[in-house]
C-alpha cells in the first residue's frame, strides 16, 4: 500500500502556506474541490500544503506513476489580483529554478524532472496573488479568494 495518490492517472496538488495571505490559494481550491465535486476514482485532488516537495519527489521515485500532475499555486506573475492562468514549466528561466520563495513555482526543478525523465505531463495552474505577504497573515485577499471557485470549475471541467 502506497500514499493515497497511488495508482491515480491524475495528481491534483494545492501547493501553498494558509498562514501567508493569498499563498493559501492552492490548498483553497483543494479544499473546495473536495467538498463540492465528485472526484473520478482515477485523480487523487490533495491539499498539499507546503510539502509539494517531499510529494513530488516520492512522485518521481514511486514504481508508478500518474499520467498526470497538476499544480495548483500562487503566483506573482504581474497580472490583476485572482486571475487565473497556465505558466509553462518550460518558460520559468533556469536562474529561478531552485528559487522557492512564496510566490514562485514550487520545486520547478522537480516538476521539470517529472515531465522529461518520468514522461509525466505536468499542468501549472496558478492565480494572480494581491501582494506578497511576509509575515502570518492568514486569509485571501478578495480578489483571489473570489477565485477558489472559478479555479475548481476549470479543474473539474479539465480533469474529471
Not at 500532475?69 to 497556465?86: R, T
Request: net charge negative.
Amino acid at each position: 500500500m502506497g500514499p493515497e495518490w497511488y495508482d491515480k492517472e491524475v495528481l491534483i496538488l494545492g501547493c501553498g502556506n494558509t498562514l501567508l495571505g493569498d499563498d493559501g490559494f492552492g490548498p483553497a481550491v483543494a479544499k473546495h474541490v473536495q467538498a463540492n465535486y465528485a472526484i473520478p476514482g482515477n485523480v487523487c485532488v490533495l491539499d498539499a500544503g507546503t510539502s509539494v516537495r517531499e510529494i513530488l519527489f516520492d512522485t518521481i521515485l514511486a514504481e508508478k506513476k500518474p499520467s498526470k500532475v497538476v499544480i495548483v499555486d500562487a503566483i506573482d506573475g504581474e497580472q490583476e489580483p485572482g486571475s487565473i492562468f497556465a505558466v509553462d514549466i518550460e518558460s520559468i528561466p533556469e536562474v529561478k529554478l531552485d528559487d522557492f520563495s512564496m510566490h514562485q513555482i514550487p520545486t520547478s526543478n522537480l516538476l521539470r524532472e517529472l515531465q522529461e525523465l518520468c514522461g509525466v505531463k505536468v499542468d501549472v495552474v496558478v492565480c494572480q496573488t494581491g501582494g506578497t505577504c511576509e509575515s502570518v497573515n492568514p486569509g485571501l485577499s478578495k480578489p483571489v479568494a473570489e477565485a477558489v471557485e472559478k479555479a475548481a470549475e476549470m479543474l473539474a471541467k479539465e480533469y474529471f
